[in-house]
C-alpha cells in the first residue's frame, strides 16, 4: 500500500491511481495555499499539518509526496525525508532524477499553468542547472482549470515539442492528468512528467511492482 499526499486542489490523481491501480493507494489531502513553501512560516505550518496526518500516513509501505509545495529545492527535500519513517518519493526530487537518469540537458517544457507559474518553472528547472530550449503554457489558472484540461491538448503539445531540439520533454504539475496517456506522449524524445517520474523512480528503487 502507498499513501499518496496531495493537494485538496487535486482530484485529478487521485482519480487516475485509483482506475489504473485500484487498491493500491491511501489518499491523503493538504490545505492549498498560495506561494512554493519555501519561507521559514510556510515550512512550520507545513509540517503542523503534516504531524496530524503523520500516524496514518506511516501505515504504508512507502510514500509519495506529490506536491512541490514546500520541496523545490534540496533542503525541503531532505527535511520531508527525515520527517516520515518509511521511504518518501518527492514529486519534485524524482522529476530532477529522471532527467539527469536521461543525461538531459536541454530540456522542451509543457506546464498547464498560466505565464507567472510556467516562468517560475523554467527558473526552477534552470537553478537545478538544466537549459530550456522551449516551452509552452497551457494558460490555466487554479487546480480546478487544470484538472480539467483535456489530455488532447498535452498530446497536441506534445507533439510540438518532439520536434524540437530538446534531449527530452518534461510536462508539469500532477493535477494534470498524465498517466493515462503516456502511450500517446510517446515519440522522438523521452518524455517525463511530474506524475510518471514518481511511478518510474519507485519501481527503480524497487518500492512497487506495478
Given at each position: 500500500m502507498i499513501s499518496l499526499i496531495i493537494s485538496e486542489e487535486n482530484p485529478t490523481l487521485p482519480r487516475d491511481v485509483n482506475d489504473l491501480y485500484p487498491g493500491k493507494f491511501r489518499i491523503f489531502t493538504m490545505k492549498y495555499y498560495p506561494g512554493h513553501?519555501?519561507?521559514?512560516?510556510?515550512?512550520?505550518?507545513?509540517?503542523?499539518?503534516?504531524?496530524?496526518?503523520?500516524?496514518?500516513?506511516?501505515?504504508?509501505?512507502?510514500?509519495?509526496?506529490?506536491r512541490s509545495y514546500g520541496v523545490f529545492y534540496r533542503p525541503g527535500m531532505e527535511k520531508m525525508k527525515k520527517f516520515f519513517s518509511k521511504p518518501v518519493l518527492i514529486a519534485t526530487e524524482a522529476i530532477i532524477t529522471r532527467l539527469r537518469e536521461l543525461n538531459a540537458k536541454k530540456i522542451y517544457v509543457i506546464t498547464?499553468?498560466?505565464?507567472?507559474?510556467?516562468?517560475?518553472?523554467?527558473?526552477?528547472?534552470?537553478?537545478w542547472g538544466f537549459d530550456i530550449v522551449g516551452s509552452i503554457s497551457l494558460g490555466r489558472t487554479g487546480g480546478e482549470a487544470i484538472a480539467s484540461t483535456p489530455h488532447e491538448l498535452v498530446i497536441e503539445a506534445t507533439k510540438i515539442?518532439?520536434?524540437?531540439?530538446?534531449?527530452?520533454?518534461?510536462?508539469?504539475?500532477?493535477?494534470?492528468?498524465?498517466?493515462?496517456?503516456?502511450?500517446?506522449?510517446?515519440?522522438?524524445l523521452p518524455v517525463v512528467t511530474a506524475s510518471s517520474s514518481l511511478f518510474e523512480v519507485a519501481r527503480e528503487k524497487k518500492l512497487i511492482d506495478f
Open positions: 513553501g519555501i519561507r521559514k512560516d510556510e515550512q512550520e505550518r507545513m509540517f503542523k499539518e503534516l504531524e496530524k496526518i503523520k500516524k496514518q500516513v506511516e501505515l504504508a509501505d512507502a510514500i509519495f509526496y506529490a498547464p499553468y498560466n505565464q507567472r507559474r510556467h516562468e517560475y518553472e523554467i527558473k526552477w528547472l534552470r537553478d515539442a518532439h520536434q524540437s531540439s530538446a534531449d527530452a520533454i518534461y510536462i508539469a504539475c500532477t493535477i494534470l492528468s498524465t498517466l493515462p496517456i503516456l502511450k500517446e506522449l510517446e515519440g522522438r
